[in-house]
């Protein structure tokens, strides 16, 4: 089975950092485009940043400049850095495959909180 495990989140400040990280396991993550994505309770999921498997990269506007997604691939990991967090970023993050966003299967996400 594909596993991917989101991991690193936690209760900053306005203007912190979070490093957070997907795990997968059960599938070649190399070779697809990987997506983080949010979630506030009342909210419709939205994609944060993306990469591909050529390592070409996007973000959403809301996004751009402050956060950074990567991959490691001899880890089979993606990163999202995070900094200049606000209170607006606060919601469960999650990454994916585009084939798992269309079956819509997802992994438990991480809670990231930004509150003074």
């Known amino acids: 089975q594909v596993h991917?495990?989101?991991?690193?989140g936690g209760l900053?400040?306005?203007?912190?950092?979070?490093?957070?990280?997907?795990?997968?396991?059960?599938?070649?993550?190399?070779?697809?485009?990987v997506g983080?994505?949010?979630?506030?309770?009342g909210k419709q999921r939205e994609l944060v940043a993306q990469i591909t498997s050529g390592?070409?990269?996007?973000c959403a506007?809301?996004?751009?400049?402050?956060?950074?997604?990567?991959?490691?691939?001899a880890k089979n990991t993606v990163f999202l850095q995070m900094n200049g967090l606000q209170p607006e970023d606060t919601a469960?993050?999650?990454?994916?495959?585009?084939?798992r966003v269309l079956i819509d299967q997802w992994?438990?996400?991480?809670?990231?909180?930004v509150s003074s």
């Open 107 to 113: 992994g438990q996400g991480t809670q990231v909180t």
């Open 4 to 8: 991917l495990v989101e991991s690193g």
């Open 61 to 73: 506007d809301s996004v751009k400049g402050r956060f950074t997604i990567s991959r490691d691939n």
């Open 36 to 41: 983080w994505y949010r979630q506030v309770p």
């Open 12 to 33: 900053v400040q306005p203007g912190g950092s979070l490093r957070l990280s997907c795990a997968a396991s059960g599938i070649i993550f190399s070779i697809y485009t």
């Open 92 to 99: 469960v993050y999650y990454c994916n495959t585009q084939r």
């Open 55 to 58: 390592g070409s990269t996007n």
